[in-house]
C-alpha cells in the first residue's frame, strides 16, 4: 500500500470508528432563509422556493418531489471568482470550471464572536490579524480561512440581516487585512457565517466591498451563510465545499461539511 | 395570537358550522347585461332607440313599438305603491334571512318594478332606487329612503353591500405606501382588525404616524410569493378574516423588446399572478364561511388596455384580472363579493415617471371603502381609470389603438 | 269589435275529477290517464272514438299535448295545448266548442292534470318565467304569495277592503267543501281561525293561501247528437270571452281582462249577472275573486268591500260561489285548478254535484284566471253556461 492510500484507509477508518467526526457547516435551505437585499434599483435575489410536483398523491402516487428555484447565491452558498467584476477574466472563474482539488482545503478559524457581539459594525483589520497570528501562529498557505461571528446563531431572528434604515449591519474585514490573507497568506478564500463576505456596511467603504473585491480579482472563493464554525478547531480541520456544477454559473448553494479529529464531546 | 381582534364570544366547536347560500341565480341574457351595469354602480333601465319607451323587467325588444333596446341611464327616483313582508319561503337564502320587505315601485324613469324595500319606507312614500348586486352577484333594483339614517341600519341592505365596521381585515404587503393608506382606511371605517401583511425580510421599527400602529392593527409576515408564508400567515390570524385587500404589485417600466427586464417582468408576474392565485386559494374557504365575505384586488385600469410603455406591468395586471373573473365566478356560489378597484398611475415611487393626473394612494384607499360601502365589483378610482373604462366600455378595439397608437 | 258567433251546434258535458292527494309519486302523465279512464267510465268511449285532444300540465316536463296522446294511444284530428294554468279550463272549452262547431272535432277531450311530488312545488317556482326569474323570485322568493300580497296590499288600500272582508269568502268557501268529500281542507274553518292564522306574506295569511296537490279534471265537447247517442246530459255555451295582458299601464293589478270584454259576455249570453244560480270562479287568492266579481258585474267597480259584506256565497245563499269549496278549500291541482271552474259549474247544472246541490241550478258563471308571468295574472277568461232543456 503506497503513502497516499494509507492515508485515505486511515482517514475512512477515522470516519468509520468515529474518531474524525463530519460537521455540518449548512443551513437548511427554506423559503424563509433570507437573501441579500440590494437596493431598489439593482435586480434582486430570489429566495429559494418550493412548490410540490406529487407527494403520493393524483399527482404521483408513489413519489414525492418538488420543485426548486433560487438564485445562485442563496442559502449556505459558493461565490466562485466570476461573481465580481474584478474576477471576471480569472480562468477557471465560473461554477464549472472550478477544479476539483479546490472542493477540499483545510481551514483556520478565525474567531471575531466577542468583537461581533460588542460591534455589529466589527472590522477585521490586518492589524487584527497580525494580533491574532501572535497570539495562535502564522495562518497556513492554502486554507479556507474561516471568520467565526456566532452570527449563525441569530439566523431566524430579524437581527440576521440586521437592516437598519442605513442598510444592513454585520462585521467584516477591510481592504487590507483582504490583501493580507490573498497575497501575503495565500488563502483558498474566505468563509463567514454572515450573508456576505464583506461586512454590512462595506459598500461605504472607501474601499467599497473588499472582500468580494479582492477575494474574486485574484481567484479565491467566498462561502457564506455558513454555520456551527464555533464547533470547529482553530487549526486541522478539512472542508468539504463542492459547488453545483452550472454551466457558467457564479455561485451555487452546497453542503459545506468539516472533517474534525476527535469524537463528539 | 389573537392580539388587535376585537372579543367575540367563542364558538361551540361542536355546533356545525351555518353553510351560506345565495338568492336563485338563474337570469336572462338581458339581465346579465344589467348586472354587467349594476356592477359598475350604473343605475339602468332598457330604453327603446326607435320610440324611447323604457322597459322592465329586461325584454329583447320594446313592448310599445318592436324597436331595438338600450342601456341607459335613468332616474333613480320612485313611489312606493305596495307593500309586503315575505315571511316563508321555498328558497334556502331567503329562509335564512326572513322576514324580508319588498314592494311594488313606480319608478320615474317610467316602469314598475318589484324592488327590495329599505326598512323606513312605506307606501305613497318616495324613494332613491338603487342598482345593487344581491349576494349571488345578480342586480337587484332596492329602494332607499330619499333621505334618513344610514343605509346599514337595515339588514337586508347589508345584505347587498360589505360592512367594514367591526369586521376582521387582511391587507397584502401592507407596508407599501399604497397598502398603508389602505390599514389607515381600514382603520378610520371601523374595521374590527386590520392584518397588515409585510413582505419585508424584517419588520423594521414603525414611525410615530404609522398607520400600522393604530389600535386594532397588527403586522403579520406575509410575502406572496411564497405559497407556504401564504398559508402560515392564514393559518396564524387567529380566527377568520372578512375582508382581504390584495394591494400586492410589482411595477418597472419596460417594454416587450426594447428594455424587457425580464427578471422584473417575471417577479411582475409572480408577485400580481401567482401571488394572486397563492392568496385566493388560502383565502377562499375563510371568505367563503363568512357572512359578508369580500376579495378585493387593486388593479391597474391597463388590465383593460395595456400600457406599451410598462409591458410587463400590465401584461401581469390583465392576467391578473382575468384570474379576478374566474375566481368571482367561483366564489359566487359561497356569496363572496370578488371586488376589482382600477385606478390609473398612483402617486407613489414606481409611478414618477408617469405624468399627472396620478393617484394619490389615500384615495385609492378611500376608493376601497367605497366599493366595499356600495358592493361594487368594479370601482374606477380618479378620472385616468375612469375615462379608460368609460372608453373601453364604449369601444375596446378603439381604445386598445388609442393607448397604444 | 265585431260580435262573437253563437255556439250553435256544440255542447259541454262530462265533467269528471279525479281525486285530489296532497302530495302523488305518480306522474303527470298517469293522472292524465286517469281522467281519460274516468270519462270512459262515465260515457263508454273507448280511446278510439276521441278525435279531439286539449291538454294542460305544468308538471308534464318535458311533454307536451303531443307527447301526452302518444303516451295515452290517441289518434286525434285536433290537438291543443294550453300553457295559461288558471285560464286552462274556460280556454280549452273556447277553442273545443269552436273546433266541434266547425266540424274540425266531434269529440274534444279537455283534459289538465298535475302531480304534486314533495319537492314539484319548489322546483316549478324555480323555472316559471323569464321575468319571474330576472325581475320576482330573486325578490324574497316568495313565490306567487308574495306576488298576490302586493296586489292585495294595493287593493285593499284602493277598494277600502279588510281582512275580515276576504274572510267571509274563505269561510264560506270552506262551508261549501264540507259537503264535497273530495275536497283536502273540509274541518270548519271560522272568521276568528282566519284573522288568528299566520302571515305568509303580509296582508296574505295562511288562509288566502292555496293548498298545492296533485289531481286532474277532464270533460267532453261534443255535438248534441254524439251526447245524445252516448245518453249524456248536457249543457250549453251561451257566450265566452277571454283575454290577455289587459291594462298593462296599471301600476299594480286592480282589474283583470275581464273588465275589458264583460259587456260582451252578458251581451252575448243575453242575461245579466243576476240571472245565474252559481259562480265558479278561479280562486288563487281571495283578492282575485273579488276582482272577479267586480270585473264581472256582479257589483259596481268600488262597491265591492260592501257587495262582500252583503253576501251571503254559501250553496244555499244569495250568490253561491265555488261550491266545492273552491281551490282555497279543495286543493290546488296545478292546471287542473284552472279546470274546476269548469267542472264544478257543469256538475251544478247537469245536477251531479261533488257535494251539495245549488237548488235548482241552471246557469253559471264560469271564470278563469291564470299565469303570473311577472307581477300579475296575464290570462283572464269567462264563459256563461245553461243546462240544455
Known amino acids: 500500500m503506497t503513502g497516499a492510500a494509507e492515508t485515505l484507509a486511515a482517514l475512512a477508518g477515522g470516519l468509520a470508528d468515529g474518531t474524525i467526526r463530519v460537521v455540518d457547516l449548512t443551513n437548511t435551505l427554506s423559503p424563509d432563509f433570507p437573501v441579500i437585499v440590494l437596493p431598489a434599483e439593482f435586480g434582486q435575489c430570489e429566495p429559494f422556493r418550493m412548490e410540490r410536483v406529487s407527494r403520493y398523491d393524483a399527482d404521483g402516487p408513489a413519489w414525492y418531489w418538488n420543485n426548486i428555484s433560487m438564485n445562485e447565491h442563496t442559502g449556505t452558498h459558493f461565490d466562485a471568482p466570476a461573481h465580481w ?61 474561516l471568520l467565526r461571528t456566532d452570527w449563525y446563531k441569530r439566523v431566524g431572528t430579524p437581527e440576521y440581516l440586521n437592516l437598519k434604515d442605513d442598510g444592513a449591519h454585520s462585521p467584516g474585514p477591510d481592504g487590507d487585512a483582504m490583501r493580507f490573507l490573498v497575497h501575503d497568506r495565500d488563502c483558498v478564500g474566505l468563509g463567514v457565517e454572515t450573508v456576505g463576505t464583506d461586512a454590512g456596511q462595506a459598500s461605504r467603504f472607501a474601499e467599497p466591498l473588499p472582500a468580494h473585491s479582492i477575494l474574486h480579482g485574484n481567484g479565491r472563493f467566498g462561502l457564506q451563510c455558513l454555520t456551527n464554525l464555533d464547533k470547529l478547531p482553530v487549526f486541522g480541520s478539512i472542508i468539504l465545499a463542492s459547488p453545483l456544477k452550472i454551466e457558467g454559473g457564479s455561485g451555487s448553494p452546497l453542503r459545506v461539511v468539516a472533517l474534525v479529529a476527535g469524537r463528539a464531546g | 395570537m389573537t392580539a388587535g381582534r376585537p372579543y367575540r364570544p367563542v364558538r361551540d366547536p361542536l355546533t356545525r358550522p351555518i353553510e351560506r347560500h345565495v338568492p336563485p341565480a338563474l337570469r336572462s341574457r338581458a339581465m346579465h347585461a344589467m348586472s354587467a351595469h349594476a356592477a359598475l354602480g350604473r343605475f339602468v333601465l332598457q330604453h327603446c332607440t326607435d320610440c324611447g319607451a323604457v322597459t322592465y323587467p329586461p325584454r329583447d325588444i320594446c313592448p310599445a313599438c318592436w324597436g331595438d333596446l338600450a342601456w341607459a341611464d335613468q332616474a333613480r327616483g320612485a313611489t312606493i305603491l305596495a307593500e309586503t313582508v315575505i315571511r316563508t319561503t321555498t328558497d334556502l337564502y331567503f329562509q335564512a334571512h326572513l322576514p324580508w320587505r319588498i314592494g311594488t315601485a313606480a319608478l320615474d324613469a317610467g316602469p314598475v318594478a318589484i324592488v327590495h324595500l329599505h326598512r323606513d319606507l312605506a307606501v305613497g312614500d318616495r324613494a332613491a332606487m338603487q342598482l345593487m348586486l344581491d349576494k349571488g352577484g345578480n342586480a337587484a333594483l332596492f329602494a332607499l329612503p330619499v333621505q334618513g339614517e344610514d ?34 382606511a381600514l382603520v378610520a371605517a371601523g374595521a374590527g382588525a386590520v392584518f397588515a401583511g409585510t413582505s419585508a425580510p424584517s419588520v423594521p421599527a414603525l414611525a410615530a404616524d404609522d398607520p400600522r400602529r393604530a389600535a386594532g392593527v397588527r403586522q403579520v409576515p406575509l410575502d406572496l410569493t411564497d405559497g407556504r408564508s401564504v398559508a402560515r400567515c392564514i393559518a396564524q390570524l387567529g380566527g377568520p378574516i372578512d375582508i382581504v385587500v390584495n394591494t400586492a404589485r410589482f411595477v418597472r417600466p419596460g417594454g416587450v423588446r426594447a428594455d424587457a427586464g425580464l427578471l ?3 417577479r411582475a408576474l409572480d408577485l400580481g399572478v401567482l401571488g394572486l392565485l397563492r392568496l385566493a386559494e388560502a383565502v377562499a374557504p375563510i371568505l367563503a364561511g363568512r357572512p359578508a365575505g369580500a376579495f378585493v384586488d387593486i388593479l391597474s385600469i391597463h388590465a383593460l388596455a395595456g400600457d406599451a410603455r410598462f409591458a410587463g406591468f400590465s401584461a401581469a395586471e390583465a392576467a391578473r384580472h382575468s384570474l379576478l373573473q374566474s375566481f368571482r365566478h367561483e366564489m359566487r356560489a359561497a356569496g363572496v363579493r370578488v371586488l376589482a378597484v382600477f385606478a390609473g398611475a398612483i402617486d407613489d415611487a414606481d409611478h414618477q415617471s408617469q405624468p399627472s393626473p396620478r393617484v394619490a394612494p389615500a384615495r385609492l384607499a378611500q376608493g376601497v371603502i367605497d366599493a ?14 375612469r375615462d379608460l373604462m368609460d372608453r373601453w366600455l364604449a369601444d375596446p378595439a378603439t381604445t386598445l389603438r388609442e393607448q397604444n397608437g | 269589435m265585431r260580435a ?21 309519486d305518480r306522474s303527470a302523465h298517469w293522472w292524465a290517464g286517469k281522467a281519460m279512464r274516468a270519462l270512459a267510465d262515465a260515457t263508454g268511449l273507448r280511446p278510439g272514438d276521441v278525435d279531439g285532444f286539449c291538454f294542460a300540465s305544468f308538471t308534464s316536463v318535458p311533454d307536451s299535448a303531443v307527447g301526452m296522446i302518444q303516451h295515452l294511444g290517441l289518434a286525434p284530428r285536433w290537438l291543443d295545448h294550453l300553457p295559461t294554468g288558471g285560464a286552462s279550463g274556460i280556454m280549452a ?23 304534486n311530488h314533495i319537492d314539484s312545488f319548489r322546483q316549478g317556482l324555480a323555472g316559471f318565467s323569464r321575468f319571474s326569474r330576472d325581475a320576482v323570485y330573486p325578490y324574497g322568493f316568495g313565490g306567487p304569495n308574495a306576488t298576490f300580497a302586493l296586489i292585495t296590499d294595493a287593493y285593499m288600500r284602493r277598494n277600502g277592503v279588510t281582512r275580515e272582508d276576504f274572510g267571509r269568502l274563505c269561510v264560506a268557501q270552506r262551508r261549501n267543501a264540507q259537503s264535497n268529500p273530495c275536497a283536502l281542507q273540509r274541518r270548519p274553518l271560522t272568521l276568528d281561525a282566519y284573522l288568528a292564522a299566520r302571515p305568509i306574506a303580509d296582508p296574505v295569511h295562511l288562509y288566502d293561501c292555496v293548498m298545492p296537490c296533485a289531481g286532474a279534471e277532464a270533460f267532453l265537447v261534443t255535438t248534441p247528437e254524439v251526447a245524445a247517442r252516448y245518453g249524456l246530459p248536457v249543457a250549453r255555451v251561451l257566450a265566452t270571452i277571454e283575454r290577455h295582458n289587459a291594462f298593462a299601464g296599471d301600476p299594480v293589478q286592480w282589474r283583470g281582462g275581464w273588465a275589458m270584454d264583460v259587456d260582451a259576455l252578458w251581451q252575448g249570453a243575453g242575461i245579466a249577472p243576476g240571472d245565474v244560480d252559481t259562480v265558479q270562479v278561479y280562486d288563487d287568492y281571495p283578492v282575485i275573486v273579488a276582482m272577479q266579481l267586480e270585473d264581472l258585474g256582479f257589483c259596481g267597480k268600488g262597491e265591492i268591500g260592501a257587495f262582500l259584506r252583503a253576501t251571503r256565497f254559501e250553496i244555499d245563499g244569495d250568490l253561491p260561489l265555488n261550491t266545492n269549496g273552491g281551490q282555497l278549500s279543495a286543493g290546488q291541482a296545478g292546471a287542473a285548478g284552472g279546470f274546476q271552474n269548469v267542472t264544478e259549474g257543469l256538475r251544478q247544472v247537469l245536477g251531479c254535484p261533488l257535494g251539495a246541490q245549488v237548488p235548482e241550478a241552471r246557469r253559471a258563471l264560469l271564470s278563469g284566471f291564470g299565469l303570473v308571468n311577472y307581477d300579475r295574472g296575464v290570462c283572464t277568461g269567462a264563459a256563461v253556461i245553461e243546462r240544455a232543456a
Do not use: N
Not at chain 1, 467584476?85 to 465560473?94: K, L, S
Not at chain 2, 365596521?165 to 389602505?182: E, F, N, P, S, Y
Not at chain 2, 366595499?372 to 381609470?385: F, I, K
Open chain 1, 85 to 145: 467584476i474584478t474576477g471576471r477574466d480569472v480562468p477557471e472563474g465560473t461554477v464549472d470550471r472550478v477544479v476539483p482539488r479546490d472542493f477540499v482545503h483545510p481551514a483556520v478559524v478565525i474567531d471575531i464572536s466577542a468583537e461581533s457581539a460588542a460591534d455589529e459594525d466589527f472590522i477585521l483589520t490586518r492589524a487584527a490579524l497580525e494580533r491574532w497570528e501572535a497570539q495562535h501562529g502564522r495562518i497556513p498557505p492554502r486554507h479556507w480561512v
Open chain 2, 151 to 184: 343605509p346599514m341600519a337595515d339588514p337586508q341592505w347589508r345584505e347587498f353591500v360589505v360592512p367594514v365596521h367591526d369586521r376582521a381585515v387582511l391587507v397584502t404587503d401592507g407596508d407599501t405606501a399604497l397598502g398603508k393608506a389602505v390599514v389607515r
Open chain 2, 264 to 266: 422584473h417582468q417575471k
Open chain 2, 372 to 385: 366595499l360601502a356600495l358592493g361594487r365589483e368594479q370601482h374606477c378610482v380618479g378620472d385616468v381609470a
Open chain 3, 4 to 24: 262573437s258567433v253563437p255556439y250553435d251546434g256544440v255542447v259541454v258535458c262530462a265533467p269528471v275529477t279525479v281525486p285530489y292527494q296532497r302530495f302523488s
Open chain 3, 93 to 115: 272549452l273556447r277553442r273545443a266548442a269552436r273546433a266541434v262547431q266547425c266540424g274540425d272535432a266531434e269529440i274534444v277531450a279537455c283534459v289538465a292534470a298535475d302531480t
